[in-house]
Every structure is written in C-alpha cells, then in structure tokens.
Nanobody, 122 residues
Framework: VQLVESGGGLVQPGGSLRLSCAAS????????MSWVRHSPGKGLEWVST????????YYRDSVKGRFTISRDNAKNTVYLEMNSLKPEDTAVYYC????????????????WGQGTQVTVSS
C-alpha cells in the first residue's frame, strides 16, 4: 500500500497550490480520502474529507471557501486545491485513507502518506 503526496512548495500569501495524492495497493474507490496537516505549533489538524464516490465533501471551518477536495477514482488520486493561502496554512500535508473515519487521529486511519511541505510566506 502506498499514498504518495506531491505538489507542495513555497508560495506567497494569497497564492495557490494544488496537492495530489496517488494511491496504490488497495481498493481506492471504496475509501474515504482525507487531508490532514501538521504544524509544530498546532499539532495534527484534520483539513478535509471526500467520500468514496466523490459526492460529499467536508472541510474544517478555517479552509471553507478557500480549499477544494476532489478525487479521480479512475486514476486512484485525490486532490486538494488550495487558494487564498495564508501563513497559518503552513504545514506538512498528509493524505490518509479509511473506510469511514475522518478526523485528526493518525492511528484511526487505515493508510497514511509521507506528507508534502506547504510553506506560505512572503
């Protein structure tokens, strides 16, 4: 099983990034997919989840209207489009998979990626 994130980097406040997470080794289309971030000052924070079919999406309040989660089950990939980025969005972003769980408890997920760094700074 692998979850491989990409797309992170350094961006100025107000900028945009698109994260991708490529999955392999499990039945991707049967799993809820989530993005969780970690920053030194805040610990793990759940960011967003999309259900297995892609019809329902969920966001933490601080990213609503700025971030969009999506998935392509044919490509076994989940995305996080991040717009109007703020310095407080700086973190390592992880994608995670579970049949139904969504939250910030790493141990509750079936699968967890290696993370991609997002830094928002001028």
């Amino acid at each position: 099983v692998q979850l491989v994130e990409s797309g992170g980097g350094l961006v100025q406040p107000g900028g945009s990034l698109r994260l991708s997470c490529a999955a392999s080794g499990f039945t991707f289309s049967s799993y809820y997919m989530s993005w969780v971030r970690h920053s030194p000052g805040k610990g793990l924070e759940w960011v967003s989840t999309i259900n297995s079919g892609g019809s329902n999406t969920y966001y933490r309040d601080s990213v609503k209207g700025r971030f969009t989660i999506s998935r392509d089950n044919a490509k076994n990939t989940v995305y996080l489009e991040m717009n109007s980025l703020k310095p407080e969005d700086t973190a390592v972003y992880y994608c995670a998979a579970d049949v139904y769980y969504m939250g910030s408890d790493k141990t509750a997920y079936d699968y967890w990626g290696q993370g991609t760094q997002v830094t928002v700074s001028s």
